[in-house]
C-alpha cells in the first residue's frame, strides 16, 4: 500500500511508478464521516500493479488526487466496503482474479486510508472474465455486503458471469485465512446473464417477507427468499422485466419509501419499481424532449437529490457520442413515477459538454461546499470535475 494518512499523492501517478488501468469506479463511505469517497479498481497486465486507489472526501477532494493505493492478489473485479472484521472503521473487501486463482481479501481500515494486513481467502475456479462492452465501466460481476438474515452482521454476496456464492457472517474472523463455509446460490443452472445489480427487498405481506433480488441485465430479475436463520432459501422466482438494462441506480421516484432501480437502456432510461415477486417498469425517452441528450447511448447512470428537496435528480454519462460528437454530462431534475406508469419529469434537462471522453463516472457529496460533485475517469487515469448545484436552475460548472 502506498499513501494513506499523508498529503494526497497526484493522480495518475507517473507510469514508472505505477500502469494505470481503471476497470471500474465506486462510491462509499469508507471513512464513516458521512462524505463519500471514490474507490477505483486498477487492473492493468504489470504484475504487482493491481489494487485499488482510494480517494476521500473532504475539502477540496478532487480526481486528479488520491490518498491510498491498496494492493491486491489479482486484478479485482469487485470492490465493496463492510465492517466485518470489529474494527471502528468499515473494512476494504476486494474479489480479484489471477489467473485460474481467484482471492476474497478483506482489508481492515485502521485510519482513514490506512490499511493493516489483508484477511484473504483464496476460492476456486477463478471469477469468470469480464465481458467486453463498449464501456467498461459495465461490468457483469456484482459483489455487495448485505444482511441477508437480518442479524445485523453482513454476508458478502458475490455473482459473477457463471456462479454466485455467499460467504456466512462466521467467515469473518480475525485470523490469517478466512475460515467458514462458501454457500453457492442455488440458482440458475446455466450462468446468469450478465447481472447488473443485487439487493434486499420486501414485499407487501404482513409481516413483511425479505428477498434477495438479483438484477440480470438482459431483462430478467431473479427473486431468492431469505429464511430467517439460514440466509437464502431455495428456489429462486425469475420475472421479466421487459427491458435490458445496464449502469444502474437505485433512488426513491414515487415517494413511497421504496427505491427505484434505474437503468440505462440505449437511448431510453427504465425506472424498475421492485416488490417481490413482481416487478413494474416505467420507461423514460429523453432524446424525445431536448436535443442535448444522448444521441447513440446512455453509458453511465447515477441518482441522488441535489437540491435537497428529497427529491433526487438523475445524472447520465453520455461517453459514446456519434462521430465528430463530443461526450456530455446530463442532468435530469426532479424525475418521478407517475399514475400512468410512466417516468417523467419536470422536463428539465441540462446538458454540459465535457472535454475529455470518460469511461467512468462517480458522483456523490466529496467536497464540503454544498455540491454534488462528479468525478470523471478515463480508462488511462485522466480526469475531469464538474459541480452539480439546484436553485431556481440547475447549474453545472467545472471544479475550481
Known sequence: MDGGGGAPLPFPPPATERQTRLREVY???LDGDGRHDVLLANGPDAAGDTGVYVTLGGPGARPTRYDAFVTTRGVPVAVTVASLTGG??????????QGERAFVEVHPQTGPARFGTPLVRETTPAFAPRIDYPDSSFSPVVAAALDLTADGVADLLLIDRLDSFYLAPTAWESQPVLQGPI?????????WNVVVDAFVSVDDDIPPKRFLAVLEGTQ???YFEIAPTTGVAAPAERVSTGAEIRGVARADLDGDGRDEVIGASGRALTALNITPPSVDAH?????LLNPKVPD????GVAALDVGGDGAPEIILLDAAPAAGGTSQLLVIRDPYVDGDSALTSSWTITGETLTTRPALMAVGRL???????????????VTECRKITIAADVNVEGCP
Open 367 to 381: 467536497d464540503d461546499d454544498g455540491a454534488v460533485e462528479v468525478f470523471l475517469y478515463g480508462l488511462d487515469g
Open 183 to 191: 454457500a453457492r446460490l442455488p440458482y440458475p443452472d446455466d450462468g
Open 88 to 97: 471502528a472503521l468499515p473494512d476494504l473487501v476486494t474479489f480479484s482474479s
Open 220 to 222: 430478467h430479475i431473479a
Open 296 to 299: 447513440e447511448s446512455i453509458d
Open 283 to 287: 420507461v423514460f425517452r429523453p432524446d
Open 27 to 29: 462510491v462509499a463511505d
